[in-house]
């Protein structure tokens, strides 16, 4: 087996590398001055299963076009198999055609990524709606593996178990937020969202009595324009919560949101590392390199 990785995921290429005990291949990807990619591999993957790691965040068309042209050298070079980890993963979203013309993004993604020479994927809480398991529409078989855990044995040392409650901002997020909760084995609730806009949401709570009094660790998968987080910490506030902390997978932290999230009062913003951030103190890193393993 050798780890490749794209420009967005250098560090957690190598860090994976050194942890399964196999080798690290440098890729030497740049820009010609039109913008076109240079990409090449110091090492050509003859008969390897060849791992390629590439996050798709802020930039996820140019991090996908990358990806692309690296899968589908590496099976030209001679790779046995790749296996493609996208610890985020983009366009879950548009999953399906909500009105007449809309491309279904998420297919389109799917399609490339099989044509383009990638035998299996392995995500991390990726951002899933209406379909519950990508592998059910895809070719190439997905795995979808979760941080949550981690951030769960992170909050051991900072919470109050008697006095902690896991909420999860909207339904969504339940699964995450029950993750978590039974790490810390403290209970959970969820609230309820109402979208507004792209970036504007209503946050109603329920079973206000549990918050009352209480620290509140929120949970999400996603912290893109920091509305969602906002407004729940804006209601549990409201709902006489005591301290507030927040946590997620992927922080991508768009536009002002960091302000959003803080500006209402959180004491802490705790993220991984499938998307560098400030806040990335929890690691996606040791969860793949256990499921590589095991293959």
Known sequence: ??????????????????????????TETRKFPDGELYIRFDKEPRGETAVLVQSMYRTPNDYLIEYLFISKTLKELGAREVIGVIPYFPYAR?????????????????????????????????????????????KIPFTNLSVMEEIGRYFRDKIRKEKTIVVGPDEEAKQWARIVADVLQVPFTVLEKIRLGDTEVEIKAREEELIEGMDVLIVDDIISTGGTIEAAVKRVKERGANRVFVACAHAILAANAEYRVFHEGVEELVASDTIPSPYSVVSAIPVVAKYLSKM
């Not at 050798?2 to 995921?9: D, E, F, N, R, W």
């Open 1 to 26: 087996m050798l780890i490749y990785a794209g420009s967005a995921s250098k560090y957690f290429g190598l860090k994976l590398a050194r942890l399964l005990g196999v080798e690290y291949v440098n």
């Open 94 to 138: 548009q999953d399906t055609r909500f009105k007449p013309g809309e491309v279904v993004s998420l297919s389109v993604v799917l399609e490339l990524l099989e044509k383009m020479g990638t035998d299996r994927v392995v995500t991390v809480d990726t951002h899933l709606h209406r379909v519950e398991d990508i592998g059910e529409i895809s």
